[in-house]
């Protein structure tokens, strides 16, 4: 239906096909309520205010009605969830629009993977706007399946599966001036390019926002955050299943609504079973409420800003002319969704969907080559006379990681896991080449004394991880995820004691999300039996190979620290 077709029922001369009455409206650009009536036809709001009729009328006394929620940064494969997975869930707290980066299933499966998510996306009640993954692989030190290199980011565009380029995690490359990325910078000439900038600040920070990279959801301080603001940047506030970054942000936005339309709130990576117990972007505005930020800037952070910052004029606010993509709450400080209509139809009443499951298609062929799982020799680590190791330090609850050096727990002259020191064994297994390429490191935080734990879904390029204490454990959790093309693993010696199989790119199952919340609630429960006290174990293991994010990290290539220059040996003499 054209715009122009509207206008009748705009002035009010015939029936709008929907008005709403008797809530408060959340105003976004003023930052007030209303008690107004909503009038829509088709897809769009026609008018606010009163004396509208409608074909059908619907009462919301007693109720808030506010824009769809738009969550600025995530990863849909976070969730284990296939796009239509992700929407059931996520649409049932309120959102109607994200804008995603799929570079995990770019880096499994490349541009087949992408073209996977789009297409799914294209039914369901969530509108995914894809970022064009900008670094696949993230560095140099990580092996995908495929290099995207500026020609695939171009074809991204010309296809229509994304409209900006996604998180440019490659800040070192960014700096310095690489000539293949600065050519992938150009292919997105124009478009909305997203940041990725860890810890940078200074002449640095002022070098990658030449690039026109000028958003961030990596900040972790106030001092960090405050000079990102400072320098032009959008503020991705992140608060995500294991990166908690919205109590230490709070103060940049508590106070002080100019920065509202300059701060975002977002997930970045969540589970199913997060969105299943507490929720999406209608969690963040709770979370930014307790923490003394006004609800209504909330609100705006998660709508009106998020949806000017990637060029969406029409939605994001509830206004004549914008999409109908509304929500209905029971209040701002609570915000319980009670219902939710996308482009104008209602799609959730009552915490259920109206018309049932999303319908799935068919996904890329899995990308997991059959590798060989490494001997027991191979895990043998002789350490040179008084040397030490290099260890991942997990941060608790953060992506960045610490570059330890420490002295190694021996046997037979040997570097091994220690329970007594909570250093893990941990080994990386290229599977997207079907090289069998593999490397050994430690890790210290994951909390686990006996077994081990393994995973497929290790960022960025999704090579199989294990982390345990004994070698068996190990070759046990390895086996399982060899034979399965990918999923997560929990294993004690030569058992299994529970397992999700990941058949979509060894990320995502496209079942029904409560069932997979479930089969990663076991998994997780089956972690917390080995010793660990992480709430997220599985998550926190996903970012231990990401070689772009500081300090320490451990890829199919070793050890790699790109602020030290890059390859790390494991003992250090």
Request: charged share 20%; glycine share 12%; hydrophobic share 45%.
């Amino acid at each position: 239906m054209a715009i122009r077709d509207l206008l009748a029922a705009a002035r009010g001369e015939i029936p709008a096909d929907l008005v709403l009455r008797g809530m408060r409206v959340a105003n976004v650009f003023t930052l007030e309520y209303e008690a107004v009536d909503v009038a829509i036809s088709g897809e769009r709001i026609v008018g606010v205010g009163k004396g509208y009729q409608g074909v059908q009328e619907e009462d919301l006394s007693g109720l808030v009605l506010v824009p769809g929620f738009f969550d600025a940064h995530c990863h849909i494969e976070s969730t284990m969830l296939t796009p239509a997975g992700f929407a059931e869930l996520a649409v049932l707290r309120g959102t109607t629009a994200v804008a995603a980066d799929p570079h995990e299933i770019a880096n499994t499966c490349g541009l087949a993977g992408v073209a996977y998510m789009w297409q799914e996306s294209l039914g369901c009640p969530v509108e995914m706007f894809f970022t064009a993954p900008s670094c696949v692989p993230a560095s140099s030190f990580e092996t995908s399946r495929e290099i995207l290199d500026a020609a695939a980011v171009g074809e991204m565009f010309a296809r229509g599966w994304c409209d900006s380029l996604g998180e440019v995690m490659n800040y070192p490359a960014v700096v310095g001036g690489d000539p293949a990325l600065w050519g992938l910078l150009q292919a997105a000439s124009g478009r909305v390019k997203s940041g990725h900038a860890p810890r940078l600040t200074g002449k640095d920070l002022g070098a990658y926002l030449l690039s026109g990279c000028d958003s961030d959801h990596e900040s972790v301080s106030l001092e960090e955050g405050l000079e990102k603001l400072r320098r032009g940047m959008g503020l991705m506030i992140r608060e995500g299943a294991t990166e908690h970054n919205l109590d230490a942000l709070a103060p940049l936005v508590r106070g002080h609504p100019a920065r509202w339309d300059r701060c975002m709130l977002v997930s970045d990576d969540l589970t199913a079973r997060y969105l299943l117990e507490r929720g999406h972007m209608d969690e963040k505005i709770r979370m930014a409420g307790a923490l003394g930020v006004d609800p209504l800037g909330a609100l705006r952070m998660v709508t009106l800003t998020p949806a000017r910052y990637f060029g969406h004029r029409d939605r994001g606010a509830v206004a004549p002319g914008y999409l109908a993509d509304l929500v209905a709450v029971d209040s701002l400080e609570r915000c319980g969704v009670r219902r939710v209509w996308k482009r104008g139809r209602l799609v959730v009443a009552d915490g259920k969907l109206v018309e049932g499951p999303i319908p799935r298609i068919t996904p890329p062929a899995s990308a997991a080559h059959r590798v060989s799982v490494p001997g027991e020799e191979a895990f043998l680590l002789p350490a040179p006379p008084g040397a030490r190791i290099r260890v991942v330090g997990l941060v608790p609850e953060q992506v960045v990681t610490q570059h330890l050096v420490l002295e190694p727990s021996l046997r037979n002259g040997n570097a091994v896991a220690d329970p007594a020191r909570d250093l893990a064994l941990m080994v990386v297994l290229e599977k997207n080449r079907g090289t069998g390429r593999y490397a050994l490191g430690f890790v210290k935080g994951l909390g686990i004394r006996e077994g081990a734990l393994g995973s497929s879904v290790a960022h960025d390029a999704h090579n199989f991880v294990a982390v345990g204490m004994d070698v068996p454990s190990l070759q046990t959790a390895l086996a399982a995820l060899v034979a399965s093309g990918g999923g997560v693993v929990a294993a004690r010696g030569r058992d299994v004691m529970a397992s999700l199989e990941l058949p979509v790119g060894g990320l995502m199952h496209p079942g029904d999300p409560r069932d997979v919340a479930q089969g990663l609630e076991a998994v997780e429960h089956a972690a917390a039996r080995l010793g660990t006290p992480l709430a997220h174990p599985f998550m926190a293991l996903s970012f231990l190979s990401l070689s772009v994010i500081p300090e320490l990290k451990l890829t199919d290539r070793g050890y790699v620290d790109l602020g030290r220059g890059g390859l790390q040996t494991l003992f250090v003499e």
